[in-house]
Every structure is written in C-alpha cells, then in structure tokens.
C-alpha cells in the first residue's frame, strides 16, 4: 500500500482518489479508511501534493484606554420606498465610548464621501497630533485611494478585517443592528434621502445622549466619553452600599459591579505584548 501511495502518478493523491484509480488498473489492494490509517501509522497523514493547509491570519488587535484612540466604521443600507433603491448611512463609531462620533446619509457609496466624513469626525474630536486608529472592513469605498489618502494626511492609521470574515468590526455590526432593531426605527421605507437624514440624526442623539448602554454599565456614550461616568458609577456604589447597610438581609452577595474596564480591545485574540496600544501623552 505504502509503494503504491508513493508510486509515480498516485503521489499527490488521496486514498478516496488512489483506491479508485487502482481499480481502473484491475488491482485492489485495501478500502480507503485502510490506506489513510497506514499512510497516519507511516506519517504520511499530511496534506499531499504541492497544495499546503491554509493558514488564517489573525485579526489586528488594538487597544483604547481612553476616547478617540479607536475608531471603527462601516455602511449601512436605509430601505426606501423605491423597490432597489437603498440610501447609505456612514457612521463613525468610538469604540472605547461607544460614541456616534459623525454620521452622514448619502444616495451612494463612493471613498469620496468617507474621506469627507473622516475629515469632519477628525475636526470635531480635535484629534490632530494625537494617534488614532480607524478599522473598517474591506470595501471599496473603505479602500479607495481618496480615503487613504485623507488618513495619511490626518494621520489616521488605516487596519482592516480579513477577508471574507464578518465579525472582525463587531462595534460597527452591534451599533446598526441597534438601531435597525430599536423603537426608533420607522415602520416603513424612507421617502426621501432628507427624511433618512433627520431619522439618523434623531437616532443618534438618542444613543448618544439617553441610550444607556449595556456594554457601558447602563451610561450614556456621551457620559464615558466626556468622563462623567466615572463619578456617576461611583455615586451608584454609594446608593448600593447605602441600601444594603439598611437591609443586610436582603443581600446574600456583594453590591452590583459597577466598575467600568479600563481598556477596551478591538479583536483582542493576541496576546497583551503584540497588542497595538495607545496612551495619552505625559
């Protein structure tokens, strides 16, 4: 079995096609499970032929101890009246706050329209001189060349999902399947791009000033990127501490955690040392 496998034109073959082809020569020597548990017991288990086993690229991992350090991006589409028309939303989100940073409605995708909301969510956040890292997936629009070059000349640092992998922007995919899925969201197609336009301005006054976020310990973006969160989840702990100092028997544990991390990661699959980190400067 072994000389056959390795024989010259069955080489690169695997028992499921080795076995067959022998038959067509008019010799059977042994079923495919037995030649693939030779061929294991030999060593010769591995993949055979030129081809070599795939191998994933781990994601970028990035690390915000802090606002506008990380941000992430994408497009979604806005349903319109009009059966195969859709209006497209850009947003800009910072994953450390969760902070709708800018936000644009546009009837297209184009990198021209990106570069200019880059530019405005840049302005308003005051981030020039300070690094900031902008992920998005990998569309064209994400890849154009006027967007790449906006960010170099904002010195923004472009990171990528890999390809065909849908959860490497998991900020972005929570944020608009929040608001596809809250009561804001209109019970039917938008009309015109003006409506799609004051809908996701309403919407993201609403997240981020009144959504008490889940992943925030229930404050607002506004709240964790201004800094309010911190004295407000600690007048939290005075209320629960006082609550249970009046009826110790209603608590079997501690008080509710109300601690907010530190530090949020984007993809955090490698370890701490390969981790791109970002501190403000002393």
């Not at 390795?6 to 020597?29: C, F, M, W």
């Not at 546009?106 to 405005?120: I, K, P, Q, T, V």
Request: aromatic share 10%.
């Amino acid at each position: 079995m072994l000389a056959a496998a390795n024989s010259p034109g069955y080489e690169s073959l695997t028992p499921h096609q080795i076995v067959p082809k022998l038959a067509d020569e008019g010799r059977y020597l042994a079923s495919e499970s037995t030649f693939y548990r030779v061929l294991k017991a030999e060593g010769q288990a591995h993949r055979r032929g030129r081809a070599h086993n795939a191998k994933s690229r781990a994601p970028t991992t990035h690390r915000a101890d802090g606002p506008n350090q990380v941000w992430c991006w994408d497009i979604t589409w806005m349903p319109t009246t009009v059966k195969g028309r859709f209006f497209y939303w850009y947003m800009m989100q910072d994953i450390y706050s969760r902070k709708l940073v800018v936000n644009e409605v546009h009837e297209n995708e184009s990198d021209e329209h990106a570069s200019r909301l880059l530019e405005l969510g840049c302005l308003r956040e005051q981030t020039a001189g300070r690094p900031l890292v902008l992920h998005s997936d990998n569309g064209s629009a994400m890849k154009g060349t006027t967007m790449r070059a906006a960010m170099d000349s904002l010195g923004v640092v472009a990171s990528y999902s890999r390809p065909r992998v849908s959860n490497d922007n998991a900020y972005a995919e929570a944020l608009f399947r929040t608001a596809k899925y809250c009561p804001l969201w209109p019970e039917r197609p938008f009309d015109t791009l003006e409506q799609a336009r004051d809908w996701v301005y309403r919407f993201v006054r609403w997240y981020n000033e009144e959504h008490r976020h889940s992943g925030l310990k229930y404050v607002t973006p506004n709240q964790r990127h201004s800094g309010e969160a911190t004295p407000l989840l600690a007048r939290r702990k005075v209320v629960y501490h006082a609550a249970r100092a009046r009826h110790p028997q209603r608590w079997s544990r501690g008080i509710r955690n109300w601690n907010l991390d530190a530090v949020v990661y984007l993809n955090p699959e490698r370890a701490e040392p390969q981790t791109t980190e970002y501190r403000k400067a002393a």
